[in-house]
């Protein structure tokens, strides 16, 4: 089996893109490292072939800021497989309390929201993972 690709979006300038791509680090970096891999999802949208070429035919997980699915749709259209489309919304909406109050730099509520979602992204990893 290969490594499972984790592609955040890239959100510049919206806190719920930093959140996604902070919490894409901790899953690839800290917590799933040995089964889990990352590609910049710019390259993917330019159409870099390497890019493309670590998502075709895997087991993908988006993470998108927003409902426009940046994330999921330009990795369905680089042939990767979406196992779990995530939106860092969704988790926001479960823990209205952490409400981000900064863009740049990850507040106090902004590394908690991210560590919930890295949490989602190990667990849908650890389901690839065992169903393989």
């Known amino acids: 089996m290969g490594k499972i690709i984790v ?3 890239s959100g510049i300038g919206k806190a719920f893109g930093t ?3 902070e919490a894409a680090q901790i899953v690839v970096d800290e917590t799933r490292p040995e089964v889990t891999d990352t590609v910049c999802l710019s ?4 159409g870099d072939e390497d890019a493309r070429a670590r998502v075709h035919g895997r087991h993908c997980i988006t993470i998108d800021g927003c409902p426009v699915g940046c994330a999921r749709k ?3 259209l680089a042939g990767g497989t979406v196992a779990r489309a995530l939106r860092v919304v ?3 909406k479960d823990h209205r309390d952490l409400k981000p109050k900064t863009v740049t730099e990850l507040d ?3 590394r908690a929201l991210a560590k919930i979602l890295a949490q989602t992204i ?3 990893v650890d389901r690839i993972v ?3």
């Open 7 to 9: 592609i955040p979006c």
């Open 19 to 21: 959140i996604g791509r």
């Open 43 to 46: 390259a993917l949208v330019m």
């Open 74 to 76: 330009n990795v369905e």
């Open 90 to 92: 969704d988790t926001y």
């Open 108 to 110: 106090e509520a902004g």
């Open 122 to 124: 190990a667990e849908e």
């Open 130 to 132: 065992e169903a393989e």
